[in-house]
Nanobody, 125 residues
Framework: VQLQAFGGGSVQAGGSLRLSCAAS????????LGWFCQAPGKEREFVSC???????YYVNSVKGRFTISRDNAENTVYLQMNTLKAEDTAVYHC????????????????????WGQGTLVTVSS
């Protein structure tokens, strides 16, 4: 599976961006799809994921502001980011998990089998 993320950019605080991640090589409809972010000098951190059932999970800091969704027909996962804050500035990576769902590993980078190259989001205050 190859994942390509795009949609990043530079916005003012309070603005919005929509990230997309297109998968190719095989269908990802049965996989858990996730988004992680990595700020300069920091570890890659979990942002959100969506199970094949449609159940969604978010890190507390983005609840109410970000919305993850998927379009299995398009083999794509999205991250709608609203009310952006300066602290959201990071490179955002999409990921796909081949294994069975494991609630304890929602935010575990090692749970995910495939990764996209990342797209940069810069929020200025």
């Amino acid at each position: 599976v190859q994942l390509q993320a795009f949609g990043g950019g530079s916005v003012q605080a309070g603005g919005s961006l929509r990230l997309s991640c297109a998968a190719s090589g095989r269908t990802v409809s049965s996989m858990t799809l996730g988004w992680f972010c990595q700020a300069p000098g920091k570890e890659r951190e979990f942002v959100s994921c969506i199970r094949r059932s449609g159940h969604v999970y978010y890190v507390n800091s983005v609840k109410g502001r970000f919305t993850i969704s998927r379009d299995n027909a398009e083999n794509t996962v999205y991250l709608q980011m609203n009310t952006l804050k300066a602290e959201d500035t990071a490179v955002y990576h999409c990921a796909a998990a081949l294994g069975a769902w494991n609630a304890a590993r929602t935010g575990d980078k090692d749970f995910y089998s495939f990764w996209g190259q990342g797209t940069l989001v810069t929020v200025s205050s």
